[in-house]
């Protein structure tokens, strides 16, 4: 099996989040192998507390609050604006809108990770260094086959066996893949034009494991 990228420009907005969210993954890949018992703990409690018995009710809750403190913050603010206008009602009026508003959001809302600033400023150093070249005029490419990945510049060629690749992460438009000396090589899905983009990841994983 052989998968075949020919490097492109990197100019697709999407891909400053996407590429600090793939440093999140490693940092947190990272931070497992470290302290396995703490983050076993950790997914524990995220999931009694995302999934955990009480769930429903709670969210079920939430939006009862919510549509009862809008429903009175509106019953309370009408009547603040006829003249002469009541500035108390006016301040509870709006505080319950907008206390009814936030236990909808609490109703609604999933838990998402947060980016650390460290990943941010990597990103942005990652990208930007591969921002600036000319892709056009370079014959970039990165080839996988039976050898391992080759990567190929010009008349510059680096073969890298399976067994250095120590990581990688997928997000919708990118592979972040650690190589050597933690190397780093961001692949965009479009750049592949040979290969099953669905078994590059599969593909990967189990040569450098084999």
Not at 51 to 80: D, H, N, S, T
Not at 113 to 127: M, N
């Amino acid at each position: 099996m052989k998968f075949l990228f020919q490097i492109s420009d990197y100019g697709n907005p999407a891909l400053d989040a996407e590429t600090a969210e793939l440093l999140r993954q490693r940092l947190e890949a990272g931070s497992r192998r470290a302290m396995p018992r703490l983050w076993k703990m950790t997914d524990r409690m995220n999931t009694y507390a995302g999934e955990g018995p009480g769930r429903e009710k709670r969210r079920g809750r939430f939006l009862v609050y919510g549509v009862v403190l809008i429903a009175l913050g509106v019953f309370v603010f009408v009547p603040g604006l006829v003249e002469p206008r009541n500035p108390a009602l006016l301040f509870v009026g709006a505080a319950a809108i907008v206390a009814g508003f936030l236990e909808l959001f609490l109703a609604r809302r999933e838990k998402i990770a947060p980016v650390p600033a460290s990943c941010k400023k990597e990103a942005e150093k990652l990208l930007e260094s591969r921002r600036a070249v000319d892709w056009h005029n370079i014959e970039a490419r990165v080839e996988f086959d039976e050898q391992g990945m080759n990567i190929s510049s010009g008349e510059k060629r680096e073969t890298v066996p399976y067994g250095q690749i120590s990581e990688l992460f997928e997000s919708d438009h990118l592979w972040l893949l650690i190589y050597g000396d933690e190397k780093a090589l961001l692949l965009q899905k479009k750049d592949l034009v040979s290969g099953d983009a669905g078994q590059f990841a599969p593909y990967i994983l189990k040569e450098k494991e084999s």
